[in-house]
């Protein structure tokens, strides 16, 4: 059964110039694949993956989550849908920098309202200490190292118990050992827990212990 | 845990983690308002001063007779055919008598229209002064009743007024004769009719309007005295004023007076149209300013909140990425805007009270007003709930133009940028 599949989708970029940045780009990613996306700088892949998480409207095509169709919602349909089903693990592990470690991780978890405050904030302290940051909960974001704080991003894409998680470059900021440490959390998860997992990377080591890579070139699929 | 208290509490963790800019924020607003409430209370104290400088002490309707020669001379009605040339035509005698002035004023005490009714009658007398006689005006009036409709107290600082009627042969002296005169309170001084009459007068206060050719020639007497001095009777009346309830129904009420009794009547804004301007002009510069005031404070405010809620950028991506929807994100800048705007405007409040109540108490002292001794200020509460709704409105606005922006945005857009 397919997680998430695009149909044709194209994707332009028109400041400065007409640019073409993804050309039919068709795909699908089965429920628990643990799949990586690699390809040169340029060549569409975070383009792709902003996409596949909704955050990106602006393409032509279509796009199923769960076989359904998903292109064309609203963006408040589309905010719950990232708010319940998808994990999002940035580069720069952006959190909100004025609150604890422990409040970013419950934030998705209160929006999601389907828990009550005292459960939300079990369940966030339950995923920092599966990613050995418990310790640091009542801290504030921006006192974390650049480690810890990929990890507390990690536990909040966590915390409403998503279908998959998206990472860009998640690695790309954290020196081999925190990068290993990563993909152990990841592959963890993805086979504790049958969590899918797709990753935009451009670390082949990381790449080559995945399940899939998927290759793009030019804004196409290329293997 | 619903959203409002999740939304309430990311807005309260924004506001309180950057105090330094909230309260630059806030304090934007609190001046804004602040300046705008002691501006709108000085100018329009001052103006309520000034206007009632002149409102207070002047009567709306003035009636009284024109000394002027007869429109038609005898020799027209008795030869109304012929052609005829008279030169040098002179008013008659005894013309400043108004007639039958005691039945008007009781005629006028009874229209509903009006507040109150004075006669009065001035006598050309000279004060006494050793070797020179000084000229000088005595003024016959009820002064119970003149303190009453025209606040003349306000202009006798020193004194007790109703000795006019407690005492015979007793006047309100001018300061400026007083001071001529080396006179105090108490002392006699001597009037002189022109007819050469002489009459000992007990001074029972100073009379001091603040304009020194006044002040050296005006007394007030009572109306009897002054009858006396001009050796006149009971019923000689120069002038009868009027006050109304409304002093807008004064032009018509004057021509219906004109009409009804053959008598010159002027109403206030004949007598005083200069003074209209200048309270017009007045009144413009002040609205003039306060506007420009709110313009300015609300583009600050906007200013502010705007570079507020654009540092905050990265926090729109990651609450939306993280599954937090446009409303929300707009909710919670909104919210800060408005929280900001109510504290700042709060503040200013007090702030604008705090300074109009210093003024209030600043020491004014001038000549020309004996009986004011601090800066007016209008305290007027429409101004504070105005204000506050100015602070309420320009936050909400400034908060909401860069929300819908926020709200608009992709959130790719902020990451990419990175």
């Known amino acids: 059964m397919s997680l998430l599949k695009t149909e044709n989708i194209n994707k332009y970029f028109r400041d400065p110039v007409m640019f073409h940045a993804l050309k039919d780009v068709s795909f699908e990613l089965q429920k628990g694949e643990f799949a990586s996306i690699i390809g040169k700088s340029g060549c569409g892949k975070s383009t792709l993956l902003y996409i596949l998480s909704t955050m990106d409207t602006d393409y032509e095509g279509n796009l199923y989550f769960n076989d359904e169709l998903i292109t064309n919602k609203s963006a408040e349909d589309l905010a719950k849908l990232r708010n319940e089903h998808i994990g999002f693990v940035f580069q720069f592990h952006y959190l909100l920098p004025e609150f604890s470690v422990l409040e970013n991780v419950m934030f998705p978890g209160l929006k999601l309202g389907k828990k009550s405050r005292e459960e939300v904030e079990h369940d966030a302290i339950e995923k920092l200490r599966l990613l050995e940051m418990g310790e640091q909960a009542l801290k504030k974001a921006n006192r974390l190292s650049g480690g810890q704080k990929q990890r507390v991003a990690i536990a909040r894409a966590l915390i409403n118990n998503p279908s998959i998680i998206m990472g860009d470059e998640p690695t790309g900021n954290l020196d081999s050992k925190n990068s290993d440490n990563v993909f152990n959390i990841f592959k963890d998860l993805n086979e504790s827990e049958d969590l899918s997992l797709l990753v935009v990377t451009h670390d082949m080591d990381f790449a080559n212990r995945t399940h899939r890579i998927i290759q793009m070139g030019d804004g196409k699929i290329i293997g | ?155 006798i600082p020193n004194g007790d007024y109703t000795g ?10 001018g300061a400026g004769i007083t001071k001529k005169l080396s006179l105090r309170i108490g002392d006699k001084i001597q009037l002189k009719n022109p007819q050469g009459g002489i009459f000992p007068m007990k001074i029972v206060a100073i009379y001091q309007s603040g304009l020194a050719e006044v002040d050296n020639m005006q007394s007030y007497v009572s109306r009897g005295t002054a009858q006396r001095l001009m050796g006149v009777g009971n019923n000689y009346i120069t002038n009868i004023n009027v006050k109304l309830n409304d002093v807008n129904q004064a032009p018509a009420f004057a021509k219906e007076m004109t009409r009804r009794f ?20 007045r009144n413009l510069i002040t609205y003039a300013v306060s506007v420009t005031l709110l313009v300015v404070a609300g583009f600050g405010i906007y200013n502010i909140l705007n570079m507020f809620i654009y540092e905050k950028m990265d926090d729109i991506a990651i609450l939306k990425a993280t599954g937090f929807s ?33 003024i209030s108490n600043t020491p004014f002292n001038t000549e020309a007003l004996p009986t004011v001794d601090t800066y007016p200020i209008n305290f007027n509460p429409g101004y504070y709930i105005f204000g506050m709704i100015f602070a309420m409105v320009s936050t909400f606005l400034a908060g909401y133009l860069p929300s819908r922006k926020a709200k608009k945005i992709d959130p790719v857009e902020i990451i990419r940028g990175k």
């Open chain 2, 1 to 155: 845990m619903n959203d409002f208290s999740l939304i309430f509490k990311i807005t309260r963790t924004h506001l309180l983690s950057r105090k330094k800019q909230t309260s630059i924020a806030a304090l934007g607003v609190t001046f804004g308002i602040g300046t705008f409430i002691i501006m709108m209370s000085f100018m329009t104290g001052l103006n309520g001063l000034l206007d009632g400088l002149i409102l207070n002490r002047t009567p709306h309707i003035q009636i009284y007779n024109e000394i002027e020669p007869s429109e038609v001379q005898p020799i027209e009605m008795a030869l109304p055919e012929q052609i005829h040339f008279v030169q040098s035509i002179k008013p008659v005698t005894n013309a400043a008598k108004i007639y039958n002035a005691l039945p008007l004023m009781e005629e006028l005490k009874r229209d509903k229209r009006v507040k109150g009714v004075t006669s009065q009658l001035s006598a050309k007398i000279f004060y006494a002064a050793g070797a020179i006689d000084l000229n000088g005006i005595a003024t016959g009036i009820d002064i119970e009743e003149e303190s009453r409709l025209y606040n003349i107290s306000n202009y």
């Open chain 2, 262 to 281: 053959d008598v010159n009547a002027v109403d206030i804004n004949t007598a005083n149209a200069q003074f209209d301007t200048g309270t017009s002009i």
């Open chain 2, 164 to 173: 006019l009627i407690k005492e015979k042969n007793s006047i309100i002296l």
């Open chain 2, 326 to 358: 446009a409303g929300d994100v707009s909710k919670i800048f909104i919210s800060q805007a408005i929280l900001i705007g109510f504290f700042g405007g709060l503040l200013g409040l007090i702030f604008g009270f705090i300074v109009s109540w210093i």
